[in-house]
């Protein structure tokens, strides 16, 4: 019976060439382990005899090596040859023959193990006697274990097989506790109840060395001898089981018969080196597994990291080529990762000479914390402001890549520049809050005289035309004063769900008995559930601007279309706009006036202030949204774009 008192991981086991060839070393004479006919292990003594190294032999025919008489070719059978004792000559790197007495041991279809006595040992070809060397049977059943897919079956049938082997009554495995001084016995072949489940760290000190013990020693050293005592057992013995550094455990035995001490602690050898085999595999592929779970979790933690941050990550190889993106990278630069894998990263990192120095710095193994704010492009070759790091990408204290970080900081500069916009706004406010006092009073004064002394004039006198003329100066002045007061103004907007449609529908028709006088038609396209965040009289004045700025540009055309439609835009998943082009067929915009447009006091009009333009930007700014205009021969279209009603977004 076999019984196990640790968990065991089922993990594959098997034997290499060099492991099989240990174990072969406890044979005394020359032995060969055959896999379909070549030779796969074999132990010290072969290369004593032949001069060959193991690997030299590992991998030839038998034949290459062992000569077989023509009487004796039976041997290559796959029956097990006992009587009579073949002959065949062993031969060596210098092809000198070693007469010698052969024996096979058949495993299984692929396997076979053949040991060679030399004639002249001292033996005489006795070395089939049970006590001279290890009967071959016990190597038969290690080659079964091989075949074995899991190490607790392994462990399992080394046990029994151990112990049907040294013939014992109890064959037990001891094995080193992590967690506590001593030894947990793992493995127990016969009565479990004659030796005990723990060994104490006292007792250990005295089992480093094979030990044997039998009837009638005085000395009772361990608690482990005092049990075999009690049992009544005429034998005793240990054997360290070790790996390269230590020993890892306890090869414990007992039985009531008298064996061969010399042939015991050779039994015990060989079964305990291939216990540390089996041991120290499945110690090792324990570590791997850990290692691999714990390797697994960090690369999920890593992969959180990575995809979750705001900040773009690029990975870029020592050659300078990109080799991954994060999400964040992708979305802020407008590339892919099956784009970019291979590319050299100053095609996609474009704008700057500053990240070439930081990248190979941080291959150097040197972190550039941030190179300032920089300008990147985008795909669409956009340009957005950045902060900038480059990191290097180690291990084992070996740099083998590194890391550009970025941040989009377009948000950032905006908020900045609305900030100082602010700040002007309310500067020129002020100035043009004392400006209105001081100027509006005496402009009302002077329009005040002019009006008295028009009464005093005949409606014949020739001064009615100055003073007219006079009168309409004023008049103008006075707009224009109102225009710089309303672009002054912070713009402190009452924000409320707008139907577009019916804004500009409403507009329109106001303007509907000019545009029939100058045969002007229109054209109104705007979904019915369109709404727009924003305050109602502030987007009237802005579409007030740009319907009358149309209808005034088509008016010396003898006719033309005004032409006003709107459709819905998503942005992100959590951001919509609406987009509000109003077009007419007039003359178009000279290209030399298009960036000068929405400047204040900028005008082509002979009577213009040349703020209509520049405080509609500022409307449309303020409700965070965009105006642009696309201009050509024939024609002005201007893009209105305003953020959509919340309520709307949630709904897409």
């Not at 098997?14 to 382990?33: I, K, Q, R």
């Not at 692929?110 to 016990?138: A, C, M, Q, V, Y």
């Amino acid at each position: 019976m076999v019984s196990f008192f640790s968990p065991q991981v089922a993990t594959s086991h098997t034997l290499t060439t060099s492991e099989l060839s240990n174990l072969l070393d406890g044979f005394h004479y020359a032995a060969f382990l055959l896999e379909d006919g070549h030779i796969n292990a074999v132990n010290a003594i072969v290369t004593e005899l032949t001069a060959y190294t193991r690997q030299e032999l590992v991998g030839k025919p038998l034949e290459d090596i062992v000569a077989f008489k023509k009487s004796e070719r039976a041997i290559k059978s796959k029956n097990s040859i006992t009587n009579p004792v073949p002959r065949v000559d062993l031969i060596t790197r210098n092809h000198q023959r070693i007469p010698s007495y052969a024996h096979m041991t058949t495993i299984n279809d692929t396997w076979r193990l053949i040991t060679l006595e030399p004639l002249d040992s001292k033996t005489k070809g006795n070395h089939l006697k049970k006590e001279e060397i290890p009967p071959n049977r016990f190597l038969d059943e290690i080659i079964q274990i091989l075949q074995v897919g899991k190490v607790e079956e392994a462990v399992t049938k080394l046990v029994e097989t151990g112990r049907s082997l040294l013939d014992a009554s109890v064959l037990a495995i001891y094995v080193g506790n992590s967690h506590q001084p001593g030894a947990t016995r793992i493995a127990c072949s016969g009565d479990s109840n004659i030796f005990p489940l723990e060994i104490f760290s006292s007792d250990l000190s005295q089992l480093v060395d094979p030990t044997i013990w039998l009837r009638g020693q005085r000395s009772i050293l361990t608690f482990l001898q005092q049990s075999a005592r009690v049992a009544g057992f005429n034998f005793f013995a240990t054997y360290p089981i070790r790996d390269v550094e230590s020993v890892i455990g306890i090869l414990v035995t007992g039985g009531y018969h008298n064996p061969n001490p010399d042939n015991l602690l050779h039994s015990l050898k060989m079964l305990s080196d291939l216990l540390a085999i089996t041991i120290n595999k499945n110690t090792l592929i324990n570590n791997l597994w850990k290692n691999a779970r714990r390797s697994e979790d960090n690369l999920t933690v890593l992969r959180l990291i990575k995809n979750v941050t705001s900040d773009g990550i690029a990975i870029v190889s020592p050659l300078l080529t990109l080799l991954e993106l994060n999400k964040a990278a992708e979305l802020i630069l407008g590339y892919g990762n099956h784009e970019i894998s291979g590319v050299e990263f100053s095609e996609i990192f474009i704008g700057t000479d500053r990240i070439l120095p930081a990248l190979q710095l941080a291959l150097q193994g040197v972190t550039t914390p941030n190179l300032g704010e920089v300008y990147l492009h985008r795909r669409d070759g956009t340009q957005f402001p950045a902060d900038i790091s480059a990191v290097p990408i180690q291990k084992q204290n070996k740099t083998i890549g590194a890391l550009i970080v970025f941040r989009d900081n377009s948000e950032s500069e905006q908020i900045r520049v609305r900030a100082q916009q602010l700040e002007q706004r309310a500067l020129l406010g002020e100035v043009t809050a004392v400006f209105a006092h001081e100027v509006r009073n005496p402009i009302h004064n002077i329009s005040t005289g002019l009006q008295l002394m028009a009464e005093e004039f005949e409606k014949t006198d020739p001064h009615q035309e100055v003073i007219t003329r006079m009168l309409g100066d004023c008049t103008r002045l006075t707009e224009l004063m109102e225009s710089v007061l309303m672009f002054s103004r912070s713009g402190n907007y009452k924000l409320i769900p707008i139907n577009p449609g019916e804004l500009i529908t409403r507009l329109v028709n106001q303007w509907s008995s000019r545009m029939n006088r100058l045969r002007i038609e229109h054209y109104i396209n705007i979904p019915v559930d369109l709404l727009i965040e924003g305050d109602r009289r502030a987007l009237e004045q802005v579409f007030t601007n740009l319907i009358s700025n149309a209808i005034e540009a088509m008016g010396n055309m003898n006719g033309g279309t005004l032409a006003i439609k709107a459709n819905l835009e998503i942005a992100t998943k959590d951001h919509a706009i609406i987009q509000i082009d109003v077009s007419d067929t007039g003359p178009g915009i000279p290209k030399e006036n298009l960036s000068r447009l929405f400047e204040p006091f900028f005008t082509t009009k002979k009577n213009g202030t040349g703020l209509g333009l520049a405080i509609t930007k500022q409307i449309v700014t303020a409700h965070k949204g965009s105006i642009s205009l696309s201009s050509f021969p024939g024609g002005t279209v201007f893009h209105v774009r305003l953020p959509a009603f919340k309520p709307l977004e949630k709904t897409l």
